[in-house]
Nanobody, 115 residues
Framework: QVQLVESGGGFVQAGGSLRLSCVVS????????IAWYRQAPGKQRDLVAS???????DYVDSVLGRFTISRDDDNNAFYLQMNSLKLEDTAVYYC?????????WGQGTQVTVSS
């Protein structure tokens, strides 16, 4: 059974940093596509950052220059480093994986940014 387990969320003051982790189990190999999404209360789930199997990254404009997505294929994990956090970054963050023709979601981790 494939599982994606996120960690690293929590409470942080505006301007602070958090690092989210997503550890993958039940499937190995160089995954085709990895991403982080977020969903704020009352809003849809939106793409935040992504990285392809070839290492090409992409970010939504609102986090460009502040967030960094990375992958560690040896440990079957990927990360989202979030710096200079803003109030509007408050959301549940989900990791997402495409591999071997299937897609998988983590359970989500709450990030709350306070003033």
């Amino acid at each position: 059974q494939v599982q994606l387990v996120e960690s690293g969320g929590g409470f942080v003051q505006a301007g602070g940093s958090l690092r989210l982790s997503c550890v993958v189990s039940g499937i190995t190999g160089r995954h085709n596509y990895i991403a982080w999404y977020r969903q704020a209360p009352g809003k849809q789930r939106d793409l935040v950052a992504s990285i392809t199997g070839g290492g090409i990254t992409d970010y939504v404009d609102s986090v460009l220059g502040r967030f960094t997505i990375s992958r560690d294929d040896d440990n079957n994990a990927f990360y989202l480093q979030m710096n200079s956090l803003k109030l509007e970054d408050t959301a549940v963050y989900y990791c997402y994986l495409q591999s071997w023709g299937h897609t998988y979601w983590g359970q989500g981790t709450q990030v709350t940014v306070s003033s």
